[in-house]
């Protein structure tokens, strides 16, 4: 496959996933609010955006793997790019305990800085910590992830991230309509993680 017939693949699946995001969001966002009330999906997001600092935890180091793993398969250096595999395995696994003790720190000490009440810490605790756990289990695996990007499988990449955004979104929806709430909208995002970091192996 050519570079522009790569770029063009990789330009494609982007669209068709930032389509699929942009109408799930507009149906999914006042499902939520209906669901789970505003105040509770309020403390959701504001929850997340701590995770996502938390995640700040690998310092960028997970994220030039394709680089380097790019750089070996050029050099057609597959011993070299095993050395990247277990190594990348390795420091998976730490950054992941890392980021489960980091997230564990801030659970502890947020709720008092902001006076969270305890239904609100109760209300949040199922939620985070299978979110939380699903993250800390798929971080080893993101270096398969950065292999594929690495060796530049576009079609491959292209599809898991779709069928990653359709499963998040089909968990969620199933879920929800269960009653379960905010576990829905983790258990979405948990689901399509680990779905990711399975077909990645």
Not at 108 to 136: C, K, N, W, Y
Not at 171 to 187: E, F, N, R
Request: charged share 10%; proline share 2%; net charge positive.
């Amino acid at each position: 496959m050519s570079r522009r017939h790569k770029a063009l693949v990789a330009a494609s699946f982007g669209y068709l996933q930032y389509a699929f995001a942009l109408i799930s969001g507009i149906v999914l966002v006042p499902l939520v609010l209906k669901h789970v009330g505003a105040r509770s999906y309020g403390l959701w997001l504001a929850s997340g955006e701590l995770l996502g600092y938390a995640a700040m935890v690998d310092l960028g180091v997970l994220g030039v793997l394709p680089w380097l793993f790019a750089q070996a398969d050029g050099r057609r250096d597959r011993d070299g790019m095993r050395r990247l595999l277990a190594n990348g395995l390795t420091l998976g696994g730490l950054v992941g305990v890392g980021y489960a003790l980091l997230a564990l720190g801030l659970w502890i000490a947020v709720p008092h800085v902001f006076g969270l009440s305890a239904e609100d810490r109760q209300r949040l605790t199922v939620p985070l910590a299978l979110l939380v756990t699903a993250t800390m289990v798929a971080y080893p695996f993101r270096v398969f992830g950065g292999l594929l990007a690495g060796v530049q499988d576009v079609t491959f990449n292209g599809r898991l991230a779709v069928a990653q955004s359709a499963l998040s979104v089909g968990v969620t929806l199933a879920l929800l309509s269960q009653g379960y709430g905010l576990v829905a909208l983790s258990a979405g995002a948990a689901a399509s993680m680990l779905l990711v970091s399975l077909a990645g192996c």
